[in-house]
């Protein structure tokens, strides 16, 4: 590390730096695990909590204010972008997201051509500059103003780690493609996978449009503020390798190369749920940074990856739901296996569950900021 940089850690490991302490956060790290969370939220619809700035705000602080954490990532939603082209969308307690509008034909794509995220999403600006200025400044009463009053222990579990990096994340074209036809989750993918071989061409365009939807709305989070970004494809693991190449991969590595000709300086990470069959297909993208699912091979990943490509992941999170002995000592393992690759930064392999215990993520994150990585 140049002793002139003054990056957050987690930039520095996402940009394939071997740093001597493992930065940590973890997905969905502001959410219903946490009780400052509910007591914020109290009984809001989710669309209108996630647009209320001022509680946007304070979730998102809220886990880097109790465990000290290295990234902070914007409270929001993958299909923040679809809402803002106009695309109707509730979110049912149990079932998750409900679209109320279907794209099914190519008269349909037209939906997703009015978007412009700086006047549709304006309130994401607005929390991500918020963000920006707390992480910046954070001491003292003008931050414990912002981020709420009740938990302080960053103030000792920051220690020599400088302030955290700020995230910002979007939904990959395949998954948002499959809730645009599905109308909300699915198990099966069958209206998904249907497009895909019998109407590809359909298919192609639609994750096309959605491909520069997205890179815009990434690019605008990182005008706002955002230091590094996350694509997430949730559901392109449902895809066999070469489905993937096929119908996913062409049109995230779109987002990637946009990205990285308008912003070459911030990280991307790439993230694909269930996708531990798709890493040479994922490497292939060519992103800052692959996140890990939890069912991934550690060696395979250090097979595949190349050294300037940094890794992220990849702790099952319902070990956090477990005995905290078995938890130090996957943590340990973790931590070890990783040691060999140069870019590393601590996360779940996937997002983290409302029942986690608190006592356990707070056991993980003080065994990972306790970890120390020899330099070269």
Known sequence: MNALDTSPLLLRALRGERTEQVPIWFMRQAGRYLPEYLATRQKMPFTDFMRDVDRA?????????RFGVDGVILFSDILTPLSGAGIALHFEEKRGPVLEQTIESDAD???LDRFDPARDCAYVGEILGRLRTAIESAAGADF??????????WQTSRKGRGRPGLLGFAGAPFTLASYLIEGGTSRKFEKTKEACFQRSAFFSRLCTRLSDLVADHLQYQIKAGAEAVQIFDSWAGQLSAADYREFAAPYSARIIDRLRTMSPQTPVILFVGGGQHLLTEMCAQNPSALSLDWRASIAEAL??????????????PLLLHGDAARLQAAIEQTLRLFDAH???????GHGIHPGASLDNVSLMVRTVQGARRTLP
């Open 144 to 153: 414990e103003t912002v981020a709420g009053a009740g938990v302080d222990s």
């Open 303 to 316: 097979r595949v990856a190349p050294e300037s490509m940094a890794l992220q992941g990849n702790l099952d």
């Open 109 to 111: 794509l037209s939906r």
């Open 57 to 65: 705000v304070r979730v998102s602080l809220q886990p880097y204010l």
């Open 342 to 348: 140069p870019g590393y930064v601590f996360n779940l």
